[in-house]
């Protein structure tokens, strides 16, 4: 599904704001500052203040749904997985689910995960931005029960537009990923399956089923 | 005690039950949500492409209309017009009179009738807006109103000063009477519509204004 550039001119109801967002649940789109005007400096402002994550969609705060102590497990595991490849191989950096990062003008998302690489970090040392203005090469998405179909879809579209190379979904209830190499193309992932950081992570292959099991305990060998 | 952190963390959500969850396609987002004013309501009204905004907490909702609800609405003013003139009562107001409420909000009722005690002097007012207060007020239902709008709606009129009000529902072919904000009679085909004290001896069959019509269905 191709989500067609908003314009603030074209938003002329609620509904209209609503479907642009990818209807996201109204409590999670907040009133002020009205929405269509809010700015980095509003979001930054509204960010000290809640304790809830909050991305800026086409200039409306939007809260990103809070993440499950099992999803944050899931996430620390995986990022933390990522962190070492991408340490030990030199390829870059990992924020986890409290990056900002300005993908477009008025349009700053939080991935769960996002990996950024040493080539698109300036002077080889990741400056020091409350919104990060570097766009990942690979993100995350740790799904939350409130997360609809159209809503993964615009963020899938504001990832790829802004530069993002992959994007693997995580389904944390059905235990499936979907692997995006484009806002159209995917690859269902299930439990025995691999995720491959492709040229993104050239060499990291991870069994998905790692992700899920590692809420229970394994014995050291 | 509200705090800066609450009215803050108030959503879209809180000004969909504020606005007594209307379809969101009839709220508009420009101008933006509670910076709406009498100017930009006005605006629309006397705009080359006519539409009817209600002024509500500083958002411009649409008014619900349609066909039905308007020939339902003018059979009204006929019967109640003729009563009206007769004895010399007053005004009615279709659908496109402005009111303004105490709250600042503004509002169309589909039919009103505005007592001459109401005017100072018999004279209308040259204002586009009235603060004038409407004796008895009217609202026949389109598909798209909800029960907490109209609750909310007459809530306001009542505020203001109206002393009766009447909610037609043509889907079902009742009504409902309320004397009071508070509290409302129902009433079918069989029952009668009665002016009370605010238009005495007034009395309307709702089978006369239903018979003519086919039984409007509300699709599901």
Redesign the interface.
């Known amino acids: 599904m191709v989500v067609k550039a908003p314009s603030l001119l074209d938003?002329?109801?609620?509904?209209?704001?609503?479907e642009q967002l990818g209807y996201v649940?109204?409590?999670?789109?907040?009133?002020?500052p009205?929405?269509?005007?809010a700015t980095m400096d509003d979001l930054i402002r509204?960010q000290n203040?809640?304790l809830r994550r909050c991305e800026l969609v086409d200039g409306s705060i939007v809260?990103k749904e809070p993440m499950g102590a099992k999803e944050a497990l899931f996430a620390m595991y995986l990022g933390g997985l990522i962190s070492r490849f991408a340490e030990e191989h030199d390829l870059g950096v990992v924020l986890g689910p409290d990056g900002l990062t300005k993908m477009d003008e008025d349009l700053v998302r939080i991935p769960d995960l996002s990996f950024v690489p040493w080539s698109r970090i300036p002077n080889e040392e990741f400056p020091d931005d409350a919104i990060s203005k570097i766009i990942p090469t690979l993100t995350v998405e740790i799904v939350s029960r409130s997360n609809s179909e159209q809503e993964i879809a615009r963020r899938l579209n504001d990832f790829f537009k802004a530069g993002v190379k992959l994007v693997w979904v995580i389904d944390p209830r059905k235990h499936l990923a979907r692997v995006y190499t484009s806002e159209t193309r995917y690859k269902v992932i299930d439990e025995t399956g691999t995720l491959d950081g492709g040229r993104v992570l050239p060499g990291f292959k991870l069994p998905l089923i790692k992700i899920f099991s590692s809420t229970r305990r394994r014995p050291m060998n | 005690m509200v705090t800066t952190v609450e009215i803050e963390s108030n959503t879209l959500a809180d000004l969909h039950e504020r606005l007594g969850y209307v379809p969101l396609n009839r709220i508009r987002m420009h101008p933006l949500i509670g910076e709406a004013t009498e100017a930009d309501l006005l605006g629309h009204l006397a705009g080359s492409n006519k539409k009817l905004y209600e002024l509500i907490d500083g958002t411009l909702v649409e008014k619900a209309i349609g066909t039905r609800e308007s020939i339902l609405a003018a059979s009204l003013i006929i019967r109640i017009g003729q009563f009206v003139e007769e004895h010399d009562l007053g005004m009615l107001s279709g659908a496109d009179g402005p009111f303004r409420m105490l709250n600042g909000n503004v509002r169309y009722p589909d039919v009103s009738f505005i007592p001459w005690s109401a005017f100072s002097d018999r004279e209308i007012p040259e204002e586009a807006i009235w603060s004038i207060v409407p004796a008895l007020a009217i609202e026949v239902l389109s598909e798209s109103n909800t029960e907490k709008e109209i609750d909310r709606k007459i809530g306001e009129l009542f505020d203001l000063g109206c002393e009766l009000c009447w909610v037609i529902d043509p889907f079902t072919q009742t009504a409902k009477v309320y004397p009071g904000d508070m509290e409302y009679e129902s009433i079918d085909m069989n029952g009668t519509l009665d002016g009370s004290t605010v238009l005495p001896g007034f009395r309307l069959s709702l089978a006369t204004i239903f018979t003519k019509f086919r039984k409007f269905k509300k699709p599901s």
């Open positions: 938003i002329k109801s609620i509904a209209d704001l609503h649940p109204l409590d999670r789109i907040r009133l002020f009205s929405p269509g005007t509204t203040d809640s809260e």
